[in-house]
């Protein structure tokens, strides 16, 4: 399961196990990438990207290998995977186990499905390997809708909300709902973007 701390949150210096965390606005807690894979996710993407980019205009096989692997071992082996959910993004240490806003921090998901659509026709990224990852996006798309954090985070009315459309239309196209992705980007203009203007 993806986890992270929420980045506004501190150990709370008037109890002797920091707990509940409190919250200082504006203020970035350092240590909540000591044990947050929002780092992690961070990295997995530029590195996929970037071997991608490099497949695609130089047609070398090791950077497909590469970024093949690294995909699999995220997305589809079985011992490390990533279950298809944001459960326990954002968590408040002595508050909750996850929130919402968590939702934010996949927000460049999307670029990763360009990346995949570049390796195709690559040996080292199989027919098998691509629905599989399908697969797993239409189960995170269907997390994003339909769970409460989901149906939270898509009330936002700041940037939460427009990185939460960006997943839905991009993991919507990417796994053939081209109906639901024009719902969501005919809307965005006067649901998200006159509202923050």
């Known amino acids: 399961d993806y986890m992270s701390i929420a980045p506004y949150w501190w150990p709370n210096p008037n109890t002797a196990n920091g707990l509940p965390y409190v919250r200082r606005d504006g203020e970035v807690n350092p240590k909540r990438d000591q044990t947050s894979d929002r780092k992690r996710l961070e990295n997995m993407i530029q590195t996929v990207n970037t071997l991608a980019l490099g497949y695609f205009f130089t047609d070398r096989e090791a950077y497909a290998t590469q970024a093949g692997k690294t995909l699999r071992a995220w997305f589809l082996d079985a011992p490390t995977k990533m279950n298809p959910h944001l459960r326990f993004a954002q968590s408040i240490p002595g508050r909750n186990q996850g929130r919402g806003d968590g939702i934010i921090e996949t927000h460049n998901l999307p670029e990763l499905l360009d990346s995949v659509v570049l390796l195709a026709g690559s040996k080292s990224w199989a027919e098998t390997d691509h629905e599989q990852f399908?697969?797993?996006?239409?189960?995170?798309?269907?997390?994003?809708?339909?769970?409460?954090?989901?149906?939270?985070?898509?009330?936002?009315?700041?940037?939460?909300?427009?990185?939460y459309d960006v997943q839905i239309a991009g993991f919507a196209l990417f796994v053939g709902h081209g109906d639901l992705a024009k719902k969501v980007m005919g809307e965005f203009a006067a649901k998200r973007i006159a509202k923050q203007i």
């Open 134 to 163: 399908r697969t797993w996006c239409y189960s995170y798309l269907t997390w994003l809708s339909e769970s409460p954090e989901g149906k939270a985070e898509a009330k936002a009315d700041n940037n939460h909300g427009s990185w």
